[in-house]
């Protein structure tokens, strides 16, 4: 027996990331290719997946956040480091186990235009995995399984034969949600999963996307750089920047009481849809840029843009470690102060 | 004095401009395009008006009409397909739309100029940043490549683009996104506008970026005192920055008034439902209350009002006529049917 076909128990760590690194080489040259530098894309994460749980990876364009999903599904390998999904690790399985690895994380995409082939039914990309993962779902049987994913995505049924451009954005990604199911996952890594859609319709699908969770159990890998949907949705959530996490912990943790200066700007920066609060909450305007991943700075990433750097922050990394905030964080000087009652 | 300073004349072409009248008016707009496969209604009958000083938001979500409406203002709608069916677009009292293409080439840039989305296929990529934004000053004002050059750097300063002198050379793809709209914000303010429209100025960016840019648009509209048109989906930027709200469904104006009013008190099902699915970041939201269905196809907008096969308050009223634009309020319209009673629900 292999440890993917297990079930997990309520509460049991289904996936787990420790000390994850991917560094992408720069090259120069056509023929005669030599390395000159290396795009530090993940540098170091480490993070636990609960059964039924939603993590949240969130920080801005060229943070990481989707690296660290694609090198956990081994679309890239890893340069070091461990992910284990069920205490198997995922980067020493065979192709035949990794095959069936991939039918228990699934994923949905951002584009629900480009990620469904214009050219075939609903009804056959619901039904492709079940070609590639034979015996998940009998042939006879599998007609009367689509209506039922259709009806659980909240889609008519009799649309089986209909192809994707017949279908609006948000019917599209319950599409994506539907096909995504189909394979009885374990885990579904969402990688911006609303973020195209219209603002109307993306509470339609985080709802059904937390509908489907409670029901199935299933676990979130949830990446998206909208807060608010983060906030919503997630239980825990990591804030990464320049390939590192800076602080995670639970949302009171991370929006409420958040340590880190990073978080403390991001947050501040998330425009809030009530003009009675416009200019009462301190807006923490960062300078300049994100630096560049290829040669980040010294010790503390984002000591550069940081207003309480200190000589300590250009020599030494701050450990992602509990400093007294209740949750873990990566900085020598964490914001102490406690909002909680 | 230099050519590149000549001061604005108080006339566009051949029409006398009205210091008296409001900054920009638009009456009843209607763009419809015309394809081949039927008509597209983008905007059906859209009225707003604009003052110095003022920041005016037009809320929608894709294919609400927001953008086409920008188009139809700044003159840049493509006929055909395109075509100004019905209405009036006014600046200073002077109608614009019917003025003749080498009139209205007047007014752009000097008087109404337009940021966009995606700063990156807005600029042209085999051009110097600074020698687009000198182009301005070349085409408008005939100023020489040199006395270009020199603006461009001043202009690429007020957009705080760092080491403005040495990075005057260098292409959009040497810029990161934030810095791409910085050098869009630059070209539009060249002539000095009286009215910038900002479409989804920040959508591509990242949050932090975003908060950088809208303050800049804030400090800049501050000094200059020009009107602002923000073109978004978002509305928490909206909620930000505006002083008054068009909230736009459809192609039509649903909702307008004063941003705290439209906000806190919304008099169209479509905004109170905008207002109840959309989770905050300062609070937990347990479960997010959406909008049933989707946007329509301008190709085939419902009957009747066309938010109705969206709407919890909907009935056979609702289905057969198109409401009009009720004033609800001095400064506030909606249209709906039943406005009091979606007000009545949140008393």
Redesign the interface.
């Known amino acids: 027996m292999t440890a993917p076909d297990q079930t997990p128990t309520s509460n049991e760590v289904v996936l787990k990331v420790e000390n994850l690194v991917k560094y992408f080489p720069i090259t120069r040259g056509i023929l005669f290719q030599h390395q000159i530098g290396t795009v530090k894309a993940v540098d170091d994460i480490s993070f636990d997946l609960r059964r039924g749980e939603t993590l949240g990876l969130v920080g ?2 060229g943070c990481g956040k989707t690296t660290t999903a694609r090198t956990i599904l081994r679309l890239e390998n890893p340069t070091s480091g461990h992910a284990s999904y069920m205490g198997r690790d995922i980067f020493e399985l065979s192709r035949s186990e990794m095959r069936e690895l991939r039918r228990r994380i699934q994923v949905i995409f951002q584009d629900p235009y480009a990620s469904l082939n214009p050219r075939m039914t609903i009804g056959d990309i619901i039904t492709e995995g079940w070609r590639v993962h034979k015996g998940v779902v009998a042939k006879p049987k599998q007609r009367a399984r689509v209506h039922e994913l259709l009806e659980l995505v909240g889609l008519n049924p009799d649309h089986i034969n209909r192809y994707p451009h017949q279908f ?4 599209r990604q319950r599409i994506g949600v539907a096909r995504a199911l189909a394979l009885e996952p374990r885990i579904i890594i969402c990688d911006e999963p609303v973020s195209a859609l ?7 699908v ?2 059904l996307l ?1 509908d489907i969770q409670d029901e199935l159990g299933l676990s979130y890998l949830f990446i998206a ?1 909208d ?3 983060v ?2 949705i997630c239980d825990h959530i990591a804030v990464m920047y320049l390939g590192k996490i800076v602080e995670i912990g639970n ?2 943790d991370v ?1 409420d009481n958040s340590a880190h200066p990073y978080t403390e ?14 200019d009462k ?1 301190r ?1 923490i ?2 300078e ?2 994100v630096p560049s991943p290829a040669d980040p700075p010294s010790g503390c990433r984002f000591r550069t843009r940081c207003w309480k750097a200190q000589d300590v922050c250009a020599t030494d990394p701050p450990e992602l470690v509990e400093r007294g905030q209740g949750h873990p964080v990566a900085c020598h000087f964490p914001q102490v102060e406690f909002a909680r009652p | 004095m230099t050519a590149v300073d000549t001061y604005k004349k108080n006339t566009i072409g051949d029409r006398a401009l009205d210091p008296s009248a409001p900054l920009l008016t638009v009456d009843d707009l209607h763009v419809e395009f015309r394809m081949d496969m039927g008509t597209v209604k983008a905007v059906n009958g859209l009225t707003y008006s604009l003052d110095r000083h003022e920041t005016l938001a037009i809320l929608g979500e894709s294919g609400s009409g927001k953008s086409v409406n920008a188009q139809a203002v700044m003159g840049i709608i493509d006929t055909p397909p395109g075509y100004v069916t019905r209405g009036s677009v006014k600046f200073r009292g002077a109608e614009l739309l019917d003025l003749p293409e080498s009139q209205r080439r007047t007014v752009r840039g000097e008087r109404i100029a337009m940021i966009f989305q995606d700063a990156l296929t807005a600029l042209n990529p085999v051009f110097s940043v600074g020698w687009q934004i000198a182009e301005m000053f070349r085409i408008h004002r005939g100023a020489t490549k040199k006395e270009g050059f020199e603006r461009a750097i001043g202009l690429m300063d007020r957009a705080k683009i760092p080491m403005a002198r040495e990075r005057v050379n260098s292409y959009p793809h040497e810029f990161s996104g934030g810095m791409r709209q910085r050098v869009m914000i630059a070209m539009a303010l060249a002539l000095d506008p009286d009215i910038l429209i900002a479409d989804e100025p920040t959508t591509a960016l990242d949050v932090t970026v975003q908060a950088q840019i809208m303050q800049l648009l804030a400090d800049l509209q501050q000094e200059t005192g020009m009107g602002l048109i923000l073109i978004t989906h978002d509305l928490g930027v909206v909620a930000e920055v505006a002083d008054n709200v068009v909230v736009m469904y459809a192609g039509r104006e649903v909702e307008t008034g004063e941003i705290n009013q439209v906000y806190h008190d919304p008099t169209h099902p479509y905004t109170l439902g905008l207002m109840q699915s959309i989770p905050r970041p300062d609070v937990h939201t347990d479960r997010l209350n959406p909008i049933k269905g989707s946007p329509p196809d301008l190709m085939h907008i419902p009957s009747g009002c066309p938010f109705h096969p969206r709407c919890p308050y909907a009935r056979e009223k609702c289905v057969i006529e198109e409401p009009s634009l009720h004033e609800v309020a001095p400064g506030r319209v909606s249209a709906c049917h039943f406005w009091k009673e979606v007000r009545g629900d949140r008393a």
């Open positions: 801005e364009s609006s954005g948000g019917q219209d603002v109307s319709v993306q509470a339609q985080v709802n937390e750089h807060l608010s949907v906030r919503h949302e009171y929006y700007a991001l947050l501040s920066a998330v425009p809030i849809p009530d003009p009675a609060l416009r909450e807006r305007l960062l300049g840029d």
